[in-house]
């Protein structure tokens, strides 16, 4: 993954002021002291793999237009692998007021960010991995959408890991994640690619059921 461009020293986004520091040593990533609009401090480290939109506007590893087409007024959905919070933000407007968002996330200064930046009564920011779903009742969200790669979100990525997903998926529900991951362990559901993406679609229940349609 390459690095993005630094942005400038210093910025105002929405109300959120970003200070950058010179970092001590030369490989190292400078850090930001980020002011948000509550008076609330905090340092962040942007990385190659921790993006910020406000930063760099790169932060949305899925392409908008799918996740409009993907997500309804009223859903509810689950995302994991959901970084800084600027995917949660998309899903917070494109599910509305009824809709209702968990994202999950296992970076804890992501996780910290994301709930200073985007504070929205839709949506719960939660810091862990794939565990926090063996808590969620069976068909609990129409959507989950896994924005990372599996191996990135728990120490090891096993075939089950897939049925996990699928578990707490409405029966009429949709699994988006990386063509890759779905490519085994994924049971009795119907997988579809994204045509010209890396993403793939997942409906729970018999094989060959169509989970190409969006709606």
């Not at 949709?174 to 994924?186: M, N, R, Y």
């Amino acid at each position: 993954m390459s690095r993005p461009e630094a942005p400038p020293r210093s910025l105002i986004v929405s109300g959120v002021r970003y200070l950058r520091r010179h970092a001590l040593l030369a490989r190292r990533d400078p850090t930001y002291e980020v002011r948000f609009a509550d008076g609330h401090r905090m340092r962040i480290r942007p990385t190659p793999a921790r993006r910020f939109q406000d930063l760099t506007g790169d932060a949305l590893e899925i392409p908008i237009d799918l996740l409009a087409r993907l997500v309804r007024p009223g859903a509810r959905v689950c995302a994991l692998g959901a970084g800084t919070g600027f995917l949660g933000a998309v899903l917070s407007r494109l599910a509305g007021e009824s809709g209702q968002i968990v994202t999950i996330e296992n970076d804890g200064e992501s996780v910290r960010y994301a709930r200073r930046r985007y504070p929205l009564p839709n949506v719960a920011q939660e810091l862990g991995g794939l565990a926090l779903l063996d808590g969620e009742p069976p068909g609990a969200f129409d959507r989950v959408i896994v924005a990372r790669p599996l191996a990135l979100l728990d120490d090891a990525c096993e075939e089950h890991h897939v049925q996990r997903l699928l578990r707490v998926l409405a029966p009429t529900g949709l699994l988006l994640a990386h063509a890759e991951d779905l490519a085994h362990g994924h049971g009795h559901a119907h997988v579809v690619p994204v045509e010209h993406t890396p993403w793939a679609l997942a409906r729970p229940g018999v094989r060959g059921q169509d989970a190409s349609g969006l709606s």
